[in-house]
Protein backbone atom coordinates (compact mmCIF):
# COMPACT_ATOMS: atom_id res chain seq x y z
CA UNK A 1 0.00 0.00 0.00
CA UNK A 2 1.63 3.43 -0.96
CA UNK A 3 0.04 6.84 0.97
CA UNK A 4 1.40 9.54 -1.57
CA UNK A 5 0.81 12.51 -3.11
CA UNK A 6 -1.53 12.75 -5.82
CA UNK A 7 -0.38 13.84 -9.70
CA UNK A 8 -1.68 13.84 -12.67
CA UNK A 9 -1.40 9.91 -13.00
CA UNK A 10 -3.87 9.51 -10.56
CA UNK A 11 -6.50 12.32 -12.46
CA UNK A 12 -8.19 8.76 -14.00
CA UNK A 13 -9.74 7.63 -10.41
CA UNK A 14 -11.84 11.22 -9.61
CA UNK A 15 -15.09 9.37 -11.03
CA UNK A 16 -14.53 6.23 -8.68
CA UNK A 17 -13.58 8.69 -5.98
CA UNK A 18 -16.56 10.69 -6.16
CA UNK A 19 -18.52 7.04 -6.59
CA UNK A 20 -17.42 6.08 -3.53
CA UNK A 21 -17.82 9.38 -1.39
CA UNK A 22 -21.32 9.02 -2.92
CA UNK A 23 -21.89 5.86 -1.67
CA UNK A 24 -20.43 6.20 1.72
CA UNK A 25 -23.33 8.78 2.70
CA UNK A 26 -25.93 6.21 1.34
CA UNK A 27 -24.51 3.51 3.54
CA UNK A 28 -24.03 5.54 7.04
CA UNK A 29 -27.12 7.48 6.22
CA UNK A 30 -25.15 10.56 7.28
CA UNK A 31 -24.55 13.59 5.71
CA UNK A 32 -21.81 13.73 2.73
CA UNK A 33 -21.42 16.82 0.93
CA UNK A 34 -20.63 15.61 -3.02
CA UNK A 35 -17.85 16.46 -5.28
CA UNK A 36 -17.33 16.09 -8.85
CA UNK A 37 -15.00 14.65 -11.16
CA UNK A 38 -14.06 18.05 -11.79
CA UNK A 39 -13.39 19.36 -8.07
CA UNK A 40 -11.13 16.29 -7.81
CA UNK A 41 -9.17 16.68 -10.59
CA UNK A 42 -8.20 20.05 -9.85
CA UNK A 43 -7.51 18.98 -6.39
CA UNK A 44 -4.83 16.78 -7.79
CA UNK A 45 -3.61 19.01 -10.42
CA UNK A 46 -2.76 21.47 -7.87
CA UNK A 47 -1.07 19.15 -5.75
CA UNK A 48 -3.49 19.13 -2.64
CA UNK A 49 -4.83 15.87 -2.22
CA UNK A 50 -3.22 12.57 -1.01
CA UNK A 51 -4.15 9.55 -2.59
CA UNK A 52 -3.59 5.54 -1.18
CA UNK A 53 -2.76 3.08 -4.27
CA UNK A 54 -2.82 -0.57 -3.91
CA UNK A 55 -1.26 -2.45 -7.02
CA UNK A 56 -2.42 -0.17 -9.18
CA UNK A 57 -6.48 -0.11 -7.51
CA UNK A 58 -7.37 3.11 -5.78
CA UNK A 59 -7.64 2.84 -2.15
CA UNK A 60 -7.96 5.96 -0.20
CA UNK A 61 -8.21 9.51 -0.73
CA UNK A 62 -8.58 13.38 0.97
CA UNK A 63 -7.70 16.46 -0.19
CA UNK A 64 -6.44 20.15 1.17
CA UNK A 65 -9.01 23.31 0.99
CA UNK A 66 -7.58 26.92 2.36
CA UNK A 67 -9.70 29.48 3.56
CA UNK A 68 -9.36 33.38 5.09
CA UNK A 69 -5.85 34.47 3.12
CA UNK A 70 -4.10 30.70 4.13
CA UNK A 71 -5.60 31.27 8.14
CA UNK A 72 -6.99 27.58 8.22
CA UNK A 73 -6.65 24.63 6.15
CA UNK A 74 -9.34 21.94 6.42
CA UNK A 75 -8.32 18.30 5.36
CA UNK A 76 -11.58 17.27 3.43
CA UNK A 77 -13.10 14.69 1.08
CA UNK A 78 -11.62 11.50 3.45
CA UNK A 79 -12.51 8.26 1.79
CA UNK A 80 -11.53 4.96 2.03
CA UNK A 81 -12.89 2.12 -1.07
CA UNK A 82 -14.98 -0.57 0.58
CA UNK A 83 -12.02 -3.15 -0.40
CA UNK A 84 -9.67 -1.74 2.19
CA UNK A 85 -11.26 -0.82 5.15
CA UNK A 86 -11.04 -1.62 8.69
CA UNK A 87 -7.17 -1.90 7.77
CA UNK A 88 -5.82 1.49 9.54
CA UNK A 89 -6.37 2.86 5.87
CA UNK A 90 -8.06 5.87 7.33
CA UNK A 91 -5.32 6.56 9.92
CA UNK A 92 -2.71 6.88 7.52
CA UNK A 93 -4.22 8.74 4.50
CA UNK A 94 -5.13 11.48 7.65
CA UNK A 95 -1.28 11.05 9.18
CA UNK A 96 -0.40 12.20 5.22
CA UNK A 97 -2.07 14.78 5.00
CA UNK A 98 -1.99 16.41 8.30
CA UNK A 99 1.87 16.59 7.92
CA UNK A 100 1.56 17.59 4.31
CA UNK A 101 -0.75 20.28 5.32
CA UNK A 102 1.89 21.02 8.13
CA UNK A 103 4.84 21.30 5.76
CA UNK A 104 2.71 23.81 2.84
CA UNK A 105 1.14 25.90 5.39
CA UNK A 106 3.02 25.95 8.56
CA UNK A 107 1.10 28.90 10.52
CA UNK A 108 -2.38 27.55 9.42
CA UNK A 109 -5.03 26.04 11.87
CA UNK A 110 -5.80 22.59 10.01
CA UNK A 111 -9.64 21.36 10.79
CA UNK A 112 -12.51 19.22 9.48
CA UNK A 113 -15.70 18.75 9.76
CA UNK A 114 -17.39 14.93 10.36
CA UNK A 115 -20.52 12.99 11.52
CA UNK A 116 -17.81 9.79 11.70
CA UNK A 117 -16.83 8.94 15.01
CA UNK A 118 -13.92 6.81 13.84
CA UNK A 119 -12.43 9.91 11.94
CA UNK A 120 -13.27 11.97 15.16
CA UNK A 121 -11.04 9.49 16.80
CA UNK A 122 -8.31 9.26 14.28
CA UNK A 123 -8.60 13.30 14.05
CA UNK A 124 -8.41 13.04 18.39
CA UNK A 125 -5.00 10.64 18.21
CA UNK A 126 -3.16 13.03 15.35
CA UNK A 127 -3.80 16.00 17.87
CA UNK A 128 -6.82 18.29 16.94
CA UNK A 129 -9.55 19.00 19.50
CA UNK A 130 -13.27 19.60 19.60
CA UNK A 131 -14.37 23.14 18.73
CA UNK A 132 -17.66 24.85 17.86
CA UNK A 133 -17.92 26.03 14.56
CA UNK A 134 -16.75 29.78 15.17
CA UNK A 135 -13.83 28.46 15.99
CA UNK A 136 -13.05 27.91 12.15
CA UNK A 137 -13.22 29.47 8.94
CA UNK A 138 -16.05 31.97 8.42
CA UNK A 139 -15.76 32.21 4.63
CA UNK A 140 -18.71 31.35 3.10
CA UNK A 141 -17.44 29.56 0.28
CA UNK A 142 -16.53 27.10 2.70
CA UNK A 143 -19.83 26.51 4.36
CA UNK A 144 -21.42 26.51 0.26
CA UNK A 145 -19.71 23.62 0.02
CA UNK A 146 -22.15 22.05 2.75
CA UNK A 147 -25.50 22.50 0.71
CA UNK A 148 -25.26 19.45 -1.40
CA UNK A 149 -25.54 17.94 2.27
CA UNK A 150 -29.11 15.93 3.43
CA UNK A 151 -28.63 17.94 6.50
CA UNK A 152 -28.00 21.34 5.43
CA UNK A 153 -31.02 22.78 6.84
CA UNK A 154 -30.11 22.01 10.58
CA UNK A 155 -27.07 24.06 9.74
CA UNK A 156 -29.34 27.21 8.49
CA UNK A 157 -31.71 26.78 11.10
CA UNK A 158 -29.06 27.05 13.92
CA UNK A 159 -27.46 29.90 11.99
CA UNK A 160 -24.47 28.07 11.13
CA UNK A 161 -23.63 27.44 14.87
CA UNK A 162 -23.83 23.49 14.86
CA UNK A 163 -24.91 20.93 13.03
CA UNK A 164 -24.80 17.07 12.98
CA UNK A 165 -21.05 17.32 12.26
CA UNK A 166 -18.15 18.37 14.80
CA UNK A 167 -15.83 20.43 14.16
CA UNK A 168 -12.34 19.60 15.23
CA UNK A 169 -9.37 21.80 15.38
CA UNK A 170 -5.82 21.28 15.14
CA UNK A 171 -3.67 24.43 16.35
CA UNK A 172 -0.59 24.96 15.88
CA UNK A 173 0.52 26.91 18.11
CA UNK A 174 -1.27 24.59 20.74
CA UNK A 175 0.83 21.40 19.30
CA UNK A 176 4.24 22.10 18.69
CA UNK A 177 4.80 18.23 17.17
CA UNK A 178 2.47 14.86 16.96
CA UNK A 179 2.60 13.13 19.95
CA UNK A 180 0.21 9.96 19.30
CA UNK A 181 -1.65 9.29 22.58
CA UNK A 182 -3.67 6.96 24.01
CA UNK A 183 -7.43 8.23 22.98
CA UNK A 184 -9.68 9.07 25.78
CA UNK A 185 -12.67 7.36 26.89
CA UNK A 186 -14.06 11.08 28.46
CA UNK A 187 -13.73 12.24 24.88
CA UNK A 188 -15.26 9.52 23.11
CA UNK A 189 -18.30 9.84 25.35
CA UNK A 190 -18.40 13.74 24.88
CA UNK A 191 -18.53 13.16 21.07
CA UNK A 192 -21.21 10.70 21.29
CA UNK A 193 -23.62 12.50 23.64
CA UNK A 194 -23.11 15.58 20.74
CA UNK A 195 -24.13 13.33 17.90
CA UNK A 196 -26.91 11.94 20.04
CA UNK A 197 -28.54 15.60 21.26
CA UNK A 198 -28.03 16.61 17.19
CA UNK A 199 -30.23 14.01 16.15
CA UNK A 200 -32.56 14.36 18.65
CA UNK A 201 -32.84 18.43 17.97
CA UNK A 202 -33.36 17.20 14.04
CA UNK A 203 -36.36 15.18 14.97
Not at 3 to 14: E, F, R
Not at 141 to 169: E, Q, S
Request: with cysteine.
Amino acid sequence: MKVVIADKSHIKYAELICECIKESAKVRGTGIAERTPEYITKKITNGNAVIAIHNKEFAGFCYIETWDNNEFVVNSGLIVHPDFRNQGLAKKIKEKILEYSKEKYPSAKIFGITTGLAVMKINYELGYHPVTFSEITKDEAFWDGCKTCKNYDVLIRTDRKMCLCTGMLYNPSHNKKIDAHKYSTKVLKRLKNIKQTLFLKKK
